[in-house]
């Protein structure tokens, strides 16, 4: 299994970018999978992931601004980000967790595989 996160990029404070990450060796039609993100001088933190039935879950910085959804047929799960603020600038990370039971995981011991990281500017 391989993840392959993109889309990052510098943006204005206000504006929106789209993360994806395309998944190889397994379907994301039943994986739960989530977005995380590692700001200047933070541990990573959770932003956002989907389970294996389609719900969603967000952390509460993002609520309301993000949007983590699956595309089947590009096999890929992307993160849709809307009016961004400079405190959002980090590393961002997408995570498998390959248990098949529970619900969606907000601590990263719980996620499997990692792709590589995208890096997201916002500039205020």
């Known amino acids: 299994v391989q993840l392959q996160a993109s889309g990052g990029g510098l943006v204005q404070a206000g504006g929106s970018l789209t993360l994806s990450c395309a998944v190889s060796?397994?379907?994301?039609?039943?994986?739960?999978m989530a977005w995380f993100r590692r700001g200047p001088g933070k541990e990573r933190e959770f932003v956002a992931g989907t389970g294996r039935t389609g719900g969603t879950d967000y952390a509460d910085s993002v609520e309301g601004r993000f949007t983590i959804s699956r595309d089947l047929a590009k096999n890929t799960v992307d993160l849709q980000m809307t009016s961004l603020k400079p405190e959002d600038t980090a590393v961002y990370y997408c995570g498998l967790d390959l248990t098949a039971y529970g619900g969606i995981q907000t601590h990263t011991r719980a996620y499997d595989y990692w792709g590589q990281g995208t890096l997201v500017t916002v500039s205020s």
């Open positions: 060796g397994r379907t994301v039609r039943l994986s739960k």
